[in-house]
């Protein structure tokens, strides 16, 4: 299966269901999807979505262990036998017209009866100076990515989280020091990736401390925390959560709540009917790849039903 | 199956779909270039042989590669700037060269490596309508991509960057580096980061990139729409 199969696209027709994102939760949705014989097209900006940067997966249920990338190339395998397009897009406006919604990007237009918005999000910046000039050359939000740039180098990981914690397991494998950098008195990993971040020599854990500045010339020399202090490291890794992309949603009347996650319910439908979401852009507490599938396959049902009822011939 | 017998099934099961000739040149050397030389050696040449013959053997006799050794063929290397072997072109039949690959199609880059091949064949690019829309806006343009095996994100830029590439009939031209592979040029734009895309050694789009920021990137501002 090819990011865009031109063979399996047909941009003229009026698809059943367009599903927006390539992360699992939209994959997810277009394995159900396609299996209930809709006629559905996807279109993401990342296929394999965040889950891809990250270097081991062990919490999804009946594979023990595999990286972010191995497990979508196996979404990949299972969208490929089930002949499900796939475009390497953005979707920049959602309009209704008729029965119908209309989906526009810079290089096409889509029709389809029902939407799944599955966007994902964008990791979070720490909005400090130096941050910006750095990007790709010594700030990074992606350890699989650029953790080999930073070979026998000192790095630092910004914040608490089990990502954070996994970002340094990772680098951990390569650099000479890793410097979990966290507000908090106590990282918030999952016990067994806490257990693993303690028992790593490389990795040192400063509490209780922000950076408030990226020092550098053509590239990052150190940060500064927040007491003042002056800190050498040749890379930064920002791990500090993420951002919901629903721009989209606001765009049609999609209703979001005040983090900009777009509000579903058990049916993983919107407010707007016809339209569903799933994943990290949905209002779910808990985010994981294995809850996003969970509610793009609901959004899959529900699009079905919906569709279904308009009377339109499989 | 392995990873590697996984990507190996994906080029043969993807290659005999290959319907139209396609010819692509490959420069090789035969003897290590001194630590003097003009020509930089960044992977093994034969390696390198050997994965683009599986592509080649599983064609159907569609794809051709043909190797040219830089030391037998100094007009080549000359004509076509070659400072790194092996290095992989794209040449179209007016000669002009539209992609360039300092980097091994393998791994995650075998995708946008077939599809390359493909559109190179003639295949519909998605891209195409948008791209000659605004043909008059873009100058003569090159798109550098630099890779790494690991990153999930750089094969989906490559693949924009070759389809843009391929649909602009020799305007733009795209530049696949590894950058482990060619740690000089990382270097050189103080890259440590990818995908690391820089357009005309000006602009430089760090991440995952889509077609439009690409696009937008090229043309200097809005891009003309009309479906």
């Given at each position: 299966m090819f990011n865009i199969d031109m063979d399996e696209i047909d941009l003229e027709k009026t698809y059943d269901l367009i599903i927006l994102g390539g992360g699992p939760a939209a994959l997810g949705c277009a394995i159900y999807a396609a299996r209930f014989a809709m006629d559905i097209l996807v279109v993401g900006k990342t296929f394999g979505g965040l889950i891809a940067t990250t270097h081991i997966v062990e919490n999804y249920p009946a594979i023990t262990s595999i990286s972010g990338q191995g497990l979508m190339d196996?979404?990949?395998?299972?969208?490929?036998?089930?002949?499900?397009?796939?475009?390497?897009?953005?979707?920049?406006?959602?309009?209704?017209?008729?029965?119908?919604?209309?989906?526009?990007?810079?290089?096409q237009k889509f029709k389809a009866h029902s939407i799944c918005i599955a966007t994902g999000s964008e990791r979070r910046k720490l909005g400090i100076p130096g941050e910006e000039k750095f990007i790709g050359r010594g700030v990074s939000y992606c350890a699989t990515c650029d953790g080999p740039f930073y070979k026998d180098k000192s790095v630092c990981v910004i914040g608490g989280s089990d990502s954070a914690a996994k970002e340094a397991l990772f680098l951990a494998q390569s650099v000479n020091n890793v410097y979990i950098i966290y507000r908090g008195e106590e990282i918030r990993a999952e016990p067994i990736n806490k257990r693993r971040v303690y028992d790593n020599d490389k990795i040192e854990i400063i509490y209780k401390t922000k950076i408030v500045e990226i020092k550098g010339d053509t590239t990052v020399k150190s940060v500064i925390f927040d007491n003042g202090k002056e800190f050498e490291v040749d890379g930064v890794f920002i791990e500090i959560g993420s951002i919901p992309k629903s721009e989209l949603a606001n765009h049609i009347g999609v209703e979001t709540n005040e983090k900009g996650e777009i509000k579903i319910n058990r049916k993983s439908e919107t407010n707007v009917p016809g339209i569903y979401a799933a994943g990290d852009v949905a209002d779910a507490p808990f985010k994981q790849a294995i809850t996003g599938v969970s509610e793009g396959v609901i959004a899959a049902y529900s699009a079905f039903d919906y569709v279904k009822e308009m009377n339109i011939e499989y | 199956?392995?990873?590697?017998?996984?990507?190996?099934?994906?080029?043969?099961?993807?290659?005999?779909?290959?319907?139209?000739?396609?010819?692509?040149?490959?420069?090789?050397?035969?003897?290590?270039?001194?630590?003097g030389s003009l020509i930089r050696e960044c992977m093994d040449c034969n390696q390198f042989m050997a994965l683009l013959r599986i592509y080649e053997?599983?064609?159907?006799?569609?794809?051709?590669?043909?190797?040219?050794?830089?030391?037998?063929?100094?007009?080549?290397?000359?004509?076509?700037?070659?400072?790194?072997?092996?290095?992989?072109?794209?040449?179209?039949?007016?000669?002009?060269?539209?992609?360039?690959?300092?980097?091994?199609?393998?791994?995650?880059?075998?995708?946008?490596?077939?599809?390359?091949?493909?559109?190179?064949?003639?295949?519909?690019?998605?891209?195409?309508?948008?791209?000659?829309?605004?043909?008059?806006?873009?100058?003569?343009?090159?798109?550098?991509?630099?890779?790494?095996?690991?990153?999930?994100?750089?094969?989906?830029?490559?693949?924009?960057?070759?389809?843009?590439?391929?649909?602009s009939k020799g305007k733009i031209r795209t530049v696949i580096i590894d950058i482990m592979a060619n740690p000089d040029i990382g270097q050189y734009y103080d890259a440590a980061g990818v995908p690391y895309t820089i357009i005309n050694d000006q602009k430089t789009l760090v991440g995952m990139v889509g077609a439009n920021e690409i696009l937008r990137a090229l043309i200097g501002g809005n891009i003309h729409v009309q479906y």
């Open positions: 196996m979404f990949k395998d299972h969208m490929d036998s089930l002949k499900i397009p796939y475009i390497s897009d953005e979707i920049r406006s959602i309009d209704r017209v008729d029965d119908h919604f209309e989906l526009h990007s810079f290089f | 199956m392995s990873q590697d017998d996984r990507y190996k099934d994906i080029i043969i099961r993807e290659m005999a779909k290959l319907k139209k000739t396609v010819k692509l040149k490959v420069f090789t050397c035969k003897i290590k270039p001194s630590s053997e599983n064609s159907n006799g569609m794809l051709t590669i043909e190797e040219l050794c830089i030391d037998d063929n100094p007009e080549f290397t000359k004509k076509y700037d070659i400072s790194r072997v092996p290095t992989i072109l794209f040449i179209d039949e007016e000669g002009r060269e539209i992609i360039r690959y300092l980097a091994a199609p393998q791994g995650g880059e075998i995708q946008p490596f077939i599809q390359a091949i493909f559109a190179f064949a003639g295949a519909p690019n998605y891209y195409e309508a948008t791209i000659k829309q605004n043909l008059d806006r873009i100058q003569p343009s090159t798109i550098k991509v630099m890779i790494t095996e690991t990153c999930p994100y750089c094969p989906q830029v490559s693949t924009i960057a070759n389809n843009f590439a391929i649909a």
